[in-house]
């Protein structure tokens, strides 16, 4: 049975998904997608304390520099999102956070659009990439840390005659997806099997992340957004009378990206957030974020699909 996503707070929900839209100039942010904040996790991640085993990994140059940069695109609770202190938090930057207290390293949050994740991955504008599918072509030059499961799903608004609508349903129907990430690909594979049918196209629209996609849906602008399943999942189920889910697919991890020249970091990485794991964090983080069904706790690396279909 799934368990029930944690309700937050609606004044606490407001206004973090007010911060999360500003710097995409998201309009009305407090009547569209919501995200909370993991109150009952943040004061465990600040008590965790530096392992000396795992800190012996640490490359040299992290060592001295005592931190490291992790890119992430804040725009889907409660996976990462900006808190209404304008800070990056949410299930991943937490875990992260926790991780580098473990390598006696800071970690500095550093907020960048999803279509520039890899690319500045690969330039070294970054360290780590947080909260992204492992997919089969970014694994050429990245390997990921996967550490929790994902999937699509597509969320509409609740005034939408339909309460089901697979991918092979949508001829007819307007879709958002976030520009760069899996879900592109799938709106277009999914116009070009309503062509093949003689159905209605589909009407894809790109935007910048999934909260724009799902206000956009609210609005009426759109029918539905297509995005990664925990946070379409996290929207329907905090706001019943306004969205609702109308397909889920749990097809393949999150990962934490690393350039794969920099194995030792990597490494290091994983040791920490298994270490996570077995202190029971990883538990109590996807406890209090409501992300039970979609747990990894074995960290693998690289275990992505073999296509990027997922």
Not at 27 to 37: I, M, Q, S, T
Not at 47 to 75: C, H, Q, W, Y
Request: net charge negative.
């Amino acid at each position: 049975m799934r368990k029930p996503l944690r309700k937050r707070p609606a004044a606490e929900l407001a206004l973090a998904l007010a911060c999360v839209c500003a710097p995409a100039g998201c309009a009305n942010p407090a009547d569209g997608a919501e995200g909370g904040v993991g109150q009952d996790t943040q004061d465990l991640v600040e008590k965790v304390d530096r392992d000396p085993e795992i800190a012996a990994m640490v490359p040299e140059d992290l060592a001295k520099r005592g931190r490291f940069t992790a890119a992430v695109n804040p725009s889907s609770p409660p996976i990462k999102f900006v808190d209404d202190g304008g800070h990056i938090t949410g299930f991943t930057p937490e875990l992260v956070t926790a991780a580098a207290r473990m390598m006696g390293l800071d970690v500095v949050m550093q907020q960048t659009s999803f279509d520039a994740l890899i690319p500045g991955l690969e330039a070294r504008r970054f360290d780590i990439v947080l909260s992204i599918n492992d997919l089969a072509d970014r694994r050429e030059k990245t390997d990921f840390i996967d550490y929790l499961q994902t999937g699509t799903a597509i969320l509409g608004a609740a005034s939408l005659p339909q309460d089901e609508v697979t991918p092979e349903e949508l001829c007819g129907l307007s879709v958002g997806y976030v520009r760069g990430n899996v879900q592109q690909d799938l709106v277009a594979e999914a116009g070009k099997n309503c062509g093949r049918s003689g159905g209605e196209p589909v009407k894809g629209t790109a935007f910048q992340d999934i909260n724009a996609a799902i206000l956009a849906v609210q609005s009426g602008q759109i029918d539905t957004a297509w995005g990664d399943a925990p946070s379409i999942s996290y929207n329907a189920e905090n706001n019943p009378s306004r969205y609702k889910e109308l397909y889920r697919e749990i097809s393949g991890p999150y990962g934490v990206g690393v350039n794969k020249q920099d194995t030792a970091l990597r490494d290091a990485l994983r040791a920490a957030l298994r270490k996570c794991v077995r202190d029971g964090l990883y538990q109590k983080l996807l406890d209090d974020y409501g992300l039970t069904d979609y747990a990894l706790p074995d960290m693998p690396l690289n275990e992505g699909p073999a296509d990027d279909r997922a």
